[in-house]
């Protein structure tokens, strides 16, 4: 089944740019679909960051447009996000996600970045 | 953008009962980009619903979703102890493309 997996540094410095990667098993990119990061700061709810096609088509959430960049490697079968000029309000468990038609699903099991300095 | 109201925030309830959760959208939403989600403490969260009332791969049939237009409703037929959770709408705008999630109903153990 198609899985995927979230990886990066725990803690970014304020102001540095956060730098995550979701690798995909159990299904290739290039076969479709679009692909999603979501992020949850502690104890809050679920913000959309953006998503990206196979293709390197992106679109992201207005409200963080400015900072994000998401890319895709289709040979090595994942998608990263960066995030830049980093604050505390930026603390969040970050996940991805395959955005199936026009909901997520799987989700990767999530990764805590603490920006902190 | 769209912005969605989930009410109650907290909903406190017994196993056995049954479970209303609203969602509503500021404006109308394409019932096919309707989704919900299930969400355990340190877990990620799950697909219960999608397409406003279809259920997800191994989603139990006291899970059932409805609505249309700016009103949806996610209803737990008979709790069991392992709904408790966070629950969350999620609705996808093509015009721009968009996302956005509701704030989220807490269900607790009564």
């Known amino acids: 089944q198609v899985q995927l997996q979230e990886s990066g540094p725990g803690l970014v410095k304020p102001s540095e740019t956060l730098s995550l990667t979701c690798a995909v098993s159990g299904y290739s990119i290039s076969s479709g679909y679009y692909w999603g990061w979501i992020r949850q700061p502690p104890g809050k709810g679920l913000e959309w960051i953006g998503s990206i096609y196979h293709s390197g088509s992106t679109y992201y959430n207005p409200s963080l447009k400015s900072r994000v960049t998401i890319s895709v490697d289709t040979s090595k079968n994942q998608f990263s996000l960066k995030l830049s000029s980093v604050t505390a309000a930026d603390t969040a468990v970050y996940y991805c996600a395959r955005l199936k038609l026009g909901w997520f699903d799987p989700w990767g099991q999530g990764t805590l970045v603490t920006v902190s300095s | 953008e769209i912005v969605l109201t989930q009410s109650p925030g907290t909903l406190s309830l017994s196993p056995g009962e049954r479970a209303t959760l609203s969602c509503r959208a500021s404006?109308?939403?394409?019932?096919?980009?309707l989704a919900w989600y299930q969400q355990k403490p340190g877990q990620a969260p799950r697909l219960l619903i999608y397409g406003a009332s279809s259920r997800a791969t191994g989603i139990p049939d006291r899970f059932s979703g409805s609505g249309s237009g700016t009103d949806f409703t996610l209803t737990i037929s008979r709790l069991e102890p392992e709904d408790f959770a966070v629950y969350y709408c999620?609705?996808?705008?093509?015009?721009?493309?968009?996302?956005?999630f509701g704030q989220g109903t807490r269900l607790e153990i009564k």
């Open positions: 404006q109308s939403v394409s019932s096919s980009y």
């Open positions: 999620q609705q996808y705008g093509s015009s721009p493309p968009s996302i956005t």
